[in-house]
Nanobody, 126 residues
Framework: QVQLVESGGGLVQAGGSLRLSCAAS????????MGWFRQAPGKEREFVAA????????YYAGPVKGRFAISRDNTNHTVYLQMNSLKPEDTAVYYC???????????????????WGQGTQVTVSS
């Protein structure tokens, strides 16, 4: 079992920044690829960003590429999502997720993730 707890959400004006954190506990964190997803009211959950075990590989959804950055600290069992130049359309509940992998690869599909956090609300005002 892996427990994931997100933090760092809040209310920010358009153009501002937030840094989300996801603290993991339980099994060996370094064997898990990690991802961030988001779900806006009335919309389906969507992929935001992913990172491999080592952090060497990352991948971003088109709408956030160049504005968001995913990173991880395997020593402290934490994954981060730095969000810059925020837009009102970034408003959503943000979830982190963990996917066990034998190799150092990224995981994009939500159904491939084994564990999910409870989410943290991000609201961007115009």
């Amino acid at each position: 079992q892996v427990q994931l707890v997100e933090s760092g959400g809040g209310l920010v004006q358009a153009g501002g920044s937030l840094r989300l954190s996801c603290a993991a506990s339980g099994r060996t964190f370094s064997n898990y690829a990690m991802g961030w997803f988001r779900q806006a009211p009335g919309k389906e959950r969507e992929f935001v960003a992913a990172i491999s075990w080592s952090g060497a590989s990352t991948y971003y959804a088109g709408p956030v590429k160049g504005r968001f950055a995913i990173s991880r600290d395997n020593t402290n069992h934490t994954v981060y999502l730095q969000m810059n130049s925020l837009k009102p359309e970034d408003t959503a509940v943000y979830y982190c997720a963990a996917a066990w992998r034998r190799t150092d690869t990224i995981v994009i599909g939500g159904y491939d993730y084994n564990y999910w956090g409870q989410g943290t609300q991000v609201t961007v005002s115009s």
